[in-house]
């Protein structure tokens, strides 16, 4: 478990080094990519707090904490929940693509048609077209990065499983049966403990 958390705190720290890079494009970032799989992994809790404390992390290391904080580290705390339950059955990239674009036009329409309008008193309208070329950078970033880090960093936070021949419990191991083996070693009796 200690692994689990050293793992989640790399990550968190590294999109987080990601998002202070000089000269990044708006909305391009790794938040998304690395929180679908800690969700689907970890479950709806971690997915929460890994993308809500994402963005207050970088509000307060920016000096940028303001009432929008409110609006935006909830709602993508939210995709955390979201992801988990999407994503729970689901394998393969396509669908962290699917969500990623999904995901991404479910933040931009909560946060970038309320927060200029209500805290800033920007007219809708603007809001609206001054949204669309932040939405398509934030559509290009996501889906690529779910499509090509996401699946790697599911295989990185996933539990590794040991196959054993015998049912002897393994202190600190998950016990699990196999079904449907195709394996001479293994019978459908044999088990595997994940650690």
């Known amino acids: 478990m200690k692994q689990s958390w050293l793992k989640l705190a790399g990550m968190f720290a590294f999109g987080l080094l990601f998002r202070l890079l000089p000269f990044r494009p708006p909305n ?3 938040i998304m990519a690395s929180q679908m799989p800690v969700a689907k992994t970890y479950g709806k809790l971690a997915g929460f707090f890994f993308g809500a404390f994402s963005i207050l992390a970088f509000d307060v290391l920016t000096g940028t904490p303001g009432p929008w904080s409110l609006v935006t580290a909830p709602t993508y705390g ?4 979201f992801a988990a339950w999407y994503l729970k059955n689901r394998h393969g990239k396509r669908h962290f693509a699917y969500f990623a674009l999904f995901g991404t036009l479910l933040y931009d329409a909560i946060t970038g048609l309320t927060v200029g309008p ?11 077209l001054g949204q669309i070329p932040f939405t398509f950078m934030h559509l290009l970033g996501n889906i690529g990065f779910a499509i090509i880090l996401s699946p790697m960093i599911e295989r990185w936070l996933a539990p590794q499983i040991v196959l054993v021949y015998s049912k002897h419990q393994i202190p600190g191991a998950k016990f699990q049966t196999i079904s449907n083996v195709k394996s001479p070693k293994f019978s459908n009796e044999d088990s595997a403990f994940v650690i």
Do not use: M, T
């Open 78 to 81: 939210l995709l955390g929940v």
């Open 28 to 30: 391009v970032e790794l």
């Open 118 to 128: 209500l805290f800033f008193h920007q007219p809708f309208l603007a809001a609206v």
